[in-house]
């Protein structure tokens, strides 16, 4: 079983920056592709960045140049450092792990970004 710890999230104001980490237990960790999706009132939970276990990162298109995600393995930590923050990355950030058929989730924590 994998428990994940979402941590970092809060009220910054537009143009701010924080940065979210994502606490992993369990051995899998190194070895899984690890990710930030996030979900606004009233839409979809959507891919925010990605990251294999060997380092290969993707993002979705509203992020790319403003965010950046990294991972420690040592750490069994995700993070996603968020700058240049705008009002519509407003929404409840979740951690994921997956590897194969497993997929695991954080409880989430709330980005607000006020204009």
């Known amino acids: 079983q994998v428990q994940l710890v979402e941590s970092g999230g809060g009220l910054v104001q537009s143009g701010g920056s924080l940065r979210l980490s994502c606490a992993a237990s369990?051995?899998?960790?190194?070895?899984?592709?690890m990710g930030w999706y996030r979900q606004a009132p009233g839409k979809q939970r959507e891919l925010v960045a990605a990251i294999t276990s060997g380092g290969s990162r993707n993002y979705a298109d509203s992020v790319k140049g403003r965010f950046t995600i990294s991972r420690d393995n040592a750490r069994n930590t995700v993070y996603v450092q968020m700058n240049s923050l705008k009002p519509e990355d407003t929404a409840v950030y979740f951690c994921n792990l997956r590897l194969g058929s497993l997929d695991y989730w954080g409880q989430g924590t709330q980005v607000t970004v006020s204009s």
């Open positions: 369990g051995r899998i960790f190194s070895i899984s592709v």
